[in-house]
């Protein structure tokens, strides 16, 4: 366990020194294209979810729809079961 937590602490310690090295020989122009991707995800992720949120919603309203006709549907059964 002593072992995971150190090889996790020295791995983080890596990436925080490689960030820190490619930013002063690269300047801050990968981290602005990394953010711009990230922002256009980001959006894309957005914009999915309120489609799959419309969907849901008209699903629900279909449920809803069908257990009114069902229940329509029953009531007429039995009226015509008790005539």
Partial sequence: M???IKRLICIALLL?????????LRGGEPFRKLGEKSEDIGKTIKKKSEEIAREADKLKQSKEIIQKQKKQIEQLKEKLINE
């Fill in 2 to 4: 002593c072992k995971l």
């Fill in 16 to 24: 925080l020194i490689a960030g820190i090295i490619i930013a002063f």
